[in-house]
């Protein structure tokens, strides 16, 4: 005989698609996908939506990452999560992570290497002040689009995201062996 209790779990699992659920590693997926539109993109408006895509997915990685970190393990009295020290420190070298005292499945990243200072600024300023400047210097798009509005001050756009994507691919390695 099957209890209540045993009964209503079935229930609720029963409910959850697991199909649905992503892995862990698709933000970087979301990254490739959106550089590599980016990466034959002409159009202007076009390529900085992508580009703001892009941000957006990779300002992602890091916050995802510094919640898994923070819940990786639990403790098999309490139940309560039990942070991974080792992916913290891995993170901590390009990001500071704060985790919500209140809420502590909370956790804020923000800006820490050179790198990712230069992502924040760029994705804040997109997100919540104005679109992205995109600037053409040459006439080889889109590998001439340029961040910024002043002249022969732009940093060239694709050459950056590749940087950035790089960064987060290796980053992603080393933290899967603290797993």
């Not at 045993?6 to 970087?28: E, G, R, V």
């Amino acid at each position: 005989m099957i209890s209540s209790s045993s009964a209503k779990i079935d229930d609720w699992l029963n409910l959850i698609d697991l199909n649905a659920i992503a892995d862990p590693c698709d933000k970087i997926s979301e990254c490739e996908y959106f550089f590599g539109l980016a990466s034959q993109e002409k159009d202007k408006d076009k390529f900085r939506w992508l580009i703001s895509a892009f941000f957006g997915a990779a300002y992602s990685f890091f916050e995802i990452q510094a919640l898994r970190a923070y819940h990786d393990f639990n403790n098999p009295q309490t139940g309560e999560p039990i942070e991974n020290s080792e992916a913290l420190a891995m993170l901590n070298r390009f990001v500071c992570i704060e985790q919500s005292k209140k809420n502590p499945h909370f956790v804020k990243t923000s800006c820490k290497h050179e790198i990712t200072k230069q992502l924040y600024e760029l994705r804040k300023g997109n997100t919540h002040h104005y679109p992205l400047s995109i600037m053409t210097k040459n006439q080889e798009l889109p590998y001439d689009f340029e961040f910024g509005y002043l002249t022969n001050q732009g940093v060239p756009a694709l050459a950056f995201c590749r940087e950035i994507l790089s960064l987060i691919q290796k980053l992603e390695r080393a933290l899967q062996e603290c797993y």
